[in-house]
């Protein structure tokens, strides 16, 4: 018999997104996770997936993580189904559950879709901070998904950016998102009908498209030389050479990414391996390994995206939510019940 209640707190997106940390704490906060991951002060196994395609164009993705420095752990379950824009939807939709890892209780069930674009824009920007040339002007955006926005917005807070230039599949996406970044940012943004045509003479790259099966999008004769190339996309759109002719490369979690996602093919093929990798990002974040250094030319960061970013963030804006009552509180258990 329980001698304790137990409610759970439920946020919505719109309440998540007001109590999102600004942008700067924001990747402070994400890049404290990194760190944290780096250190090895986690407990993370790859992500897992439901796989549907064959069934309905979707499938989902299942992350779960426990992280010492915040004293919590984490599940976040996001579909991700690319035609949801002929619905008026995001091609992702998640929730994420936090619990009190001590006792195994669920804290909070909150909207894990904004928190997805924002920690995922976080990691892209902390990367950057470590990889990237210092004086990077002219960022190319390869995809104009829900994540794309909150890579440039962060990334134009920490770098000088004079020019965005963006390609997607669909030209009423790419010239939705560029509207967005000369109306926000008010950065100029351009809009090109190929990524090789926006890639060229970009500092920082960032592929975040979502396609169906591998397509060469990237050639690497469109990859200036020390140029940071960002890789996250579901399928491989980036030429192999441009991984194999790199300085360094970068995962975010190498146990992760031999499971699959955008370079999978030269893990299994045998161009991408532990010999050839030089870190994990948060060893990098961390100071366990080096980032950029004195005559490096062009780095690949390549991040999966993992359940530790989910939960140092989500966990954030559950503190505030409790430090400032907000949301909506769930009896999951009354006291006196079985």
């Not at 991951?37 to 309905?56: A, F, N, S, T, Y």
């Not at 009190?100 to 909150?110: S, T, Y």
């Not at 300085?247 to 979690?253: H, L």
Request: glycine residues 10%; neutral net charge; hydrophobic residues 45%.
């Amino acid at each position: 018999m329980s001698k304790t209640a137990i409610s759970i707190r439920l946020l919505s997106r719109a309440q998540v997104e007001a109590l999102n940390p600004n942008p700067d704490q924001l990747v402070e906060v994400v890049a404290s996770g990194l760190a944290a991951h780096g250190r090895k002060e986690v407990v993370m196994p790859p992500k897992g997936h439901l796989h549907l395609d064959h069934l309905m164009n979707g499938h989902f993705n299942i992350l779960s993580a426990w992280v010492g420095p915040a004293r919590r752990a984490g599940i976040k379950v996001i579909g991700d189904y690319v035609d949801n824009w002929k619905h008026g939807l995001p091609s992702e939709v998640g929730v994420l559950t936090l619990y009190d890892p001590a006792i195994g209780v669920p804290l909070c069930i909150m909207d894990a879709t904004s928190l997805t674009w924002q920690r995922t824009g976080a990691v892209t920007c902390a990367g950057a901070m470590h990889l990237a040339k210092k004086d990077s002007k002219v960022v190319a955006h390869i995809g104009a998904r829900g994540t794309a926005f909150s890579n440039l917005q962060l990334l134009a807070r920490k770098f000088a950016l004079t020019e965005v230039r963006i390609n997607s599949a669909r030209p009423e996406s790419r010239e939705r998102l560029a509207a967005r970044v000369r109306s926000e940012l008010g950065l100029k943004a351009v809009c090109f009908a190929t990524a090789a045509e926006a890639c060229a003479g970009a500092d920082i790259i960032v592929e975040a498209t979502r396609l169906e099966k591998p397509e060469m999008l990237i050639p690497a004769a469109a990859v200036k030389p020390g140029a940071l190339v960002v890789t996250y996309g579901w399928m491989m759109a980036l030429d192999p050479a441009v991984v194999s002719g790199a300085s360094k490369v970068v995962v975010d979690d190498w146990a992760q990414c031999k499971q699959g996602g955008a370079l999978h093919p030269m893990i299994v093929d045998g161009r991408l391996s532990e010999r050839n990798l030089h870190a994990e990002i948060g060893q990098v974040v961390a100071g366990l390994k080096p980032g950029r250094e004195a005559g490096d030319g062009t780095i690949v960061f390549w991040h999966r995206g993992f359940a530790v970013s989910d939960v140092v963030l989500g966990n954030w804006i559950y503190e505030r939510a409790v430090r400032e009552n907000v949301g909506t509180l769930f009896p999951l258990l009354e006291a006196g019940e079985e």
